[in-house]
């Protein structure tokens, strides 16, 4: 124990000689005194206190330090709650990087927003502990891009009905306006030309698996100019 002026000496629970013996397990708080007799003969004397905490350990559920999620699912982190704790929430891109704060959240739940590491910091008094990594991957929102008009005339410019989407198509077909079917496809070649067909309305149905593996059926329409 040191204080200033120094040369005084101190008083209190497990004090002896200014030194300051710790138990395990002696967690509350503890008064001190500080006394000093100045070389003008003043005595002083400071009063304080030091407490100590009671130890604790910190974690994150759910279990697992990797973890996928569709971008329309709810995540939800949660770490231990400590009583009379705070809590600061880090993010970092990739494991390599030095993690940044996420601002105004001081409580143990957090739900993630995009992808990468997250891990918390819990502090009581003046203990300190931070929780082990999350690696957390979203999905990206399903997409489905069809054309509604093509033109097969062969000047390069939206010859064929070209399906964009980040998930896997398992079949096209292609109707008339008599619901007789024109064309279907259930392999990786998923492109309608309409060369075969006159110019008019026409009406697709596609099946494909959302983020989750779940089997959707979309409808719509393509316009075919000549």
Known sequence: LTANPPGGFWSGNRVLGNQLTLQYNMVGTYPLTYFYTSPEGCNYRKET???????????INPEG???EFCNDQEINLQVTNIPNASYQWLYSSNVNTQPIELT???TNEYQPKQSGYYSVKVTRGACEKETELKHIFIHEKDTLFVPNVITPNNDGKNDEMVILSNQQIESLTIYNRYGQTLFISNDNNLNWSGKNVDSGVYYWSLQYYDCFRRKKIANGWVHVIK
């Open 49 to 59: 206190s030091y407490t100590i905490h009671e130890d604790f350990e910190v974690s």
């Open 65 to 67: 330090n990797y973890f």
């Open 104 to 106: 105004n959240n001081n």
